[in-house]
């Protein structure tokens, strides 16, 4: 049965996106796509074939459920890294199927051990070293246990990477944390390779390797930057405007577009109020259309009387309160309009387009909190 609105992924902006971003990092460098939170809303299942068909290998989720819907239907050569939860029988799990998994604590790090010294089967981790995020990893003590634990444990170890995040690359008022977390994941890094533990070095997440070029090292975990959305407004204009710009447009193409179409038409009178309570006063008589879309599926209270539609390539303005599964807009000024004509709540139609960060700054959300809470449940399609 059809759902009320439908996301399409349009892979000719994935393509423009991958290639500037690859662009970017250079040849050498591996591209780790990030498709934790569902792909950021784009849907895990329908990402992967169309990043795999572009190139991309590699994959990282959040925990062992996203992990397995990867793995599900990746290719058998493309390679997932777990970052974030697992418990005791996913660790087994993951490492049956050459899962690689984030080791952020001294305990993880035991049970990696444990669990591939029973299975016979070495456990592939990145090593995560805390340098200044205070959320996961292993600091400087960790490491006085960690770096004996791993020399006499290399037999059930593959070490693929060695790694760090960031407080926050995408705002200037982070940056000093930044520098000194750069400086002391370079101490970290050496240390390790003073023991003889030496892997692929990364750090950087979309924000990081577009804004300071020295976190690229040897892989990028590259999140919302392969949708087409900047990690801010910051970093969009330090690229922009910066002087070895060597693109006057802006590189990054939004892959999702997210659509309904209209339910209902409706005239009301000069002097009604429309929908619940009073929110809205019709201080003319007006055309109004239903859209079939609400809270429920994503489309937020905070867009009550504030938020825009496209349709028939011209702008709607909301009207009154969204509610659960619906809400109106002023159809006035869109001549013939009718019943299933398509709306744009995200994306472009004709001249005009709405983009995640207008929409996510209408609703006060982040570009990341708006895509990745994108109910699983709308369908998505490629276009
Ligand atoms: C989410 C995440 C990324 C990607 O971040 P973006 O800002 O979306 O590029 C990289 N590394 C880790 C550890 C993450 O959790």
């Given at each position: 049965m059809e759902h009320t609105s439908w996301?399409?992924?349009?892979q000719k902006a994935l393509a423009k996106n991958l290639s500037f971003l690859k662009q970017r990092i250079g040849d050498h460098c591996v591209f780790a796509s990030i498709i934790k939170g569902n792909a950021y809303g784009h849907g895990i299942e329908q990402y992967i074939s169309l990043a795999e068909a572009r190139g991309i290998n590699l994959f990282a989720v959040y925990d062992a459920y996203e992990a397995y819907r990867a793995w599900s239907v990746k290719k058998p050569e493309t390679e997932l890294i777990i970052m974030g939860m697992l418990d005791k029988s996913q660790i087994e799990w993951a490492i049956v199927n050459g899962i690689a998994l984030f080791v952020f604590d001294t305990d993880r790090l035991y049970a990696a051990i444990e669990t591939a010294r029973k299975l016979k089967k070495k456990a592939r981790i990145h090593i995560e070293l805390e340098t200044g995020l205070n959320r996961t990893g292993l600091d400087a003590d960790d490491l006085a246990t960690v770096i004996p634990l791993i020399k006499k444990h290399s037999r059930y170890l593959s070490i693929c990477g060695i790694c760090t995040h960031y407080a926050g690359a995408e705002?200037?008022?982070?940056?000093?944390?930044?520098?000194?977390?750069?400086?002391?994941?370079?101490?970290?890094?050496?240390?390790l390779k003073k023991a003889g533990i030496t892997a692929p070095y990364h750090s950087a997440c979309s924000a990081a390797a577009l804004t300071y070029p020295n976190t690229i090292m040897d892989m990028v975990r590259f999140g919302i930057a392969q949708y087409g959305?900047?990690?801010?407004?910051?970093t969009k204009m330090h690229n922009l405007l910066s002087e070895e710009s060597a693109f006057k447009r802006n590189p990054l193409k939004p892959v999702l577009s997210w659509k309904p179409k209209v339910m209902s038409l409706k005239t009301v009178m000069q002097g009604t109020f429309v929908n619940?309570?009073?929110?809205?006063?019709?201080t003319n008589k007006m055309?109004?259309?239903t859209i079939p879309v609400g809270?429920?599926?994503?489309?937020?209270?905070s867009l009550s009387n504030t938020g825009h539609v496209l349709i028939r390539g011209k702008k709607a303005d909301v009207v009154g309160m969204v509610n659960m599964n619906m809400f109106m807009v002023d159809v006035s000024r869109v001549?013939?309009?009718?019943?299933?004509?398509?709306?744009?709540?995200?994306?472009?139609?004709g001249d005009l387009s709405i983009s995640v960060a207008s929409f996510s700054e209408m609703t006060k959300m982040v570009n990341y909190e708006m895509l990745s809470r994108l109910p699983y449940q709308i369908p998505r399609y490629v276009v």
């Open positions: 996301i399409e992924l349009n705002s200037i008022s982070n940056y000093l944390r930044i520098q000194n977390q750069i400086k002391l994941f370079r101490d970290y890094c050496k240390k959305i900047w990690p801010s407004m910051e619940y309570g009073n929110a809205y006063l019709a055309r109004l259309a809270y429920h599926h994503g489309y937020s209270r001549p013939g309009i009718g019943v299933g004509d398509e709306v744009v709540l995200i994306g472009k139609q």
